[in-house]
């Protein structure tokens, strides 16, 4: 049973913290208003200044309750505030961790790059200004330039955060939403149809150093995110009606609502590749063994993409195609597959449709297949080319 609500009211309170073994406390101020929409008390958590005494702290809560008596908004005034409230709505609307992780990177670049700007009255020069000195900036892991893509990421957070805060009532507009995204090059980052012949030649030419490496090719290419294909049991492959299906283990949060989902390997030459291996896998561990182990013995060991990462390294230095990484086999898929921008949402577990159509726009225009189809029928004429050529011996390179 929840507290009751006994009216809106605001609280001094202190929060706990334990810096090196030292116990401090830092004043807060605990607000509880009524959510008509949800039909329940929603708390707010507002911080005080680290030298605050309890007069002060007091002095506070009797000034922010006579705010909420008042019915005058009690909109966040800093940055780190505002932050607070969109990522605790979101959490509300069902988010996953990770999803909250990644918008919380997102917010602190912004963040420390433009000091922290009062949320309620940030300006387009300033995301124009960022998006401009953040460009220019390197990486703080590899020493390269920060991705296009990321910018555009960064900038898409805070005009979600904005609309959130004018859907609110606090905000009077939304200032970052016509900034123009940079735009990354797709080149090297997905695989044209004339590489990925050429690409499945040599995935099939390694097929005696990696056995399983044809079938998590053929997947790959279906677009699910490495991760989900590295963690596929035996049992979540319909090998029948070629279904893959992309399911959490127990207590694994997901990345979007979307994200459990399951595709269809339409066409009949991907399928007998991927049903051959796994009938041998089921052989060798069960229905609960991993599908792609990949040198892990117990499917509680951590996914690790290095052994992923090799493999692609190996066929595209075979094939003499530029190295793409894990995410761009799943590039690849989306921009083959093209088509009805619902059906590639859902075939790459976007849970918002925008996503798919910012980072795949270059593959919308002109194409009408059903999504899985279409990759199906780029798949078919790159196995067959190359499953041909591996068993006559013939190399065209």
């Given at each position: 049973?929840?507290?009751?609500?006994?009216?809106d009211r605001a609280?001094?309170?202190?929060?706990?913290?334990?810096w090196d073994g030292?116990?401090?406390?830092?004043?807060?101020?605990?607000?509880?208003?009524?959510d008509s929409d949800?039909?329940?008390?929603?708390?707010?958590?507002?911080?005080?200044?680290?030298?605050?005494?309890?007069?002060?702290?007091?002095?506070?809560?009797?000034?922010?309750?006579?705010?909420?008596?008042?019915?005058?908004?009690?909109?966040?005034?800093?940055?780190?505030?505002?932050?607070?409230?969109?990522?605790?709505?979101?959490?509300?609307?069902?988010?996953?961790?990770?999803?909250?992780?990644?918008?919380?990177?997102?917010?602190?670049?912004?963040?420390?790059?433009?000091?922290?700007?009062?949320?309620?009255?940030?300006?387009?020069?300033?995301?124009?200004?960022?998006?401009?000195?953040?460009?220019?900036?390197?990486?703080?892991?590899?020493?390269?330039?920060?991705?296009?893509?990321?910018?555009?990421?960064?900038?898409?957070?805070?005009?979600?955060?904005?609309?959130?805060?004018?859907?609110?009532?606090?905000?009077?507009?939304?200032?970052?939403?016509?900034?123009?995204?940079?735009?990354?090059?797709?080149?090297?980052?997905?695989?044209?149809?004339?590489?990925?012949?050429?690409?499945?030649?040599?995935?099939?030419?390694?097929?005696?150093?990696?056995?399983?490496?044809?079938?998590?090719?053929?997947?790959?290419?279906?677009?699910?995110?490495?991760?989900?294909?590295?963690?596929?049991?035996?049992?979540?492959?319909?090998?029948?009606?070629?279904?893959?299906?992309?399911?959490?283990?127990?207590?694994?949060?997901?990345?979007?609502?979307?994200?459990?989902?399951?595709?269809?390997?339409?066409?009949?030459?991907?399928?007998?590749?991927?049903?051959?291996?796994?009938?041998?896998?089921?052989?060798?561990?069960?229905?609960?063994?991993?599908?792609?182990?990949?040198?892990?013995?117990?499917?509680?060991?951590?996914?690790?993409?290095?052994?992923?990462?090799?493999?692609?390294?190996?066929?595209?230095?075979?094939?003499?195609?530029?190295?793409?990484?894990?995410?761009?086999?799943?590039?690849?898929?989306?921009?083959?597959?093209?088509?009805?921008?619902?059906?590639?949402?859902?075939?790459?577990?976007?849970?918002?449709?925008?996503?798919?159509?910012?980072?795949?726009?270059?593959?919308?225009?002109?194409?009408?297949?059903?999504?899985?189809?279409?990759?199906?029928?780029?798949?078919?004429?790159?196995?067959?080319?190359?499953?041909?050529?591996?068993?006559?011996?013939?190399?065209?390179?």
């Amino acid at each position: 049973m929840g507290r009751k609500y006994t009216g809106d009211r605001a609280v001094a309170s202190w929060r706990r913290n334990k810096w090196d073994g030292d116990v401090t406390h830092r004043w807060i101020v605990v607000t509880t208003t009524w959510d008509s929409d949800r039909g329940r008390p929603r708390t707010r958590e507002i911080p005080l200044p680290i030298a605050t005494t309890q007069k002060q702290a007091e002095a506070a809560a009797r000034r922010i309750a006579e705010e909420l008596l008042a019915g005058r908004l009690t909109a966040p005034t800093t940055w780190t505030e505002a932050v607070a409230e969109f990522l605790a709505w979101r959490k509300d609307e069902g988010d996953a961790e990770s999803g909250l992780t990644t918008y919380r990177d997102r917010f602190s670049a912004v963040g420390r790059l433009l000091g922290e700007p009062c949320p309620l009255r940030i300006t387009r020069e300033q995301g124009i200004d960022y998006r401009d000195a953040r460009l220019k900036m390197d990486g703080s892991r590899t020493g390269s330039k920060i991705s296009q893509r990321t910018v555009a990421a960064e900038l898409d957070a805070v005009t979600a955060m904005q609309r959130h805060l004018v859907a609110c009532g606090h905000a009077p507009s939304v200032t970052w939403a016509d900034i123009k995204r940079p735009e990354g090059e797709h080149g090297r980052e997905w695989l044209h149809p004339h590489q990925l012949d050429r690409w499945f030649r040599a995935v099939f030419k390694l097929e005696k150093r990696w056995p399983e490496w044809p079938a998590l090719a053929i997947v790959l290419c279906h677009a699910p995110r490495p991760g989900e294909a590295l963690r596929l049991r035996v049992a979540d492959v319909d090998a029948m009606r070629g279904v893959v299906y992309v399911r959490p283990r127990e207590g694994e949060r997901v990345k979007s609502r979307r994200a459990v989902r399951a595709f269809t390997i339409a066409d009949d030459t991907c399928l007998e590749v991927v049903r051959a291996w796994v009938n041998r896998r089921d052989a060798e561990a069960g229905g609960a063994g991993l599908l792609f182990p990949l040198g892990r013995r117990h499917e509680s060991q951590a996914c690790d993409a290095k052994p992923l990462r090799r493999r692609i390294r190996a066929t595209s230095e075979l094939a003499g195609v530029p190295y793409v990484s894990p995410y761009g086999l799943r590039h690849t898929a989306a921009t083959l597959a093209g088509g009805d921008l619902r059906a590639l949402a859902s075939l790459l577990g976007h849970e918002d449709e925008r996503t798919a159509s910012r980072v795949y726009r270059h593959a919308l225009p002109g194409q009408s297949d059903p999504a899985t189809q279409a990759i199906g029928a780029h798949l078919r004429r790159a196995l067959q080319g190359a499953r041909l050529t591996v068993m006559g011996g013939k190399d065209d390179d």
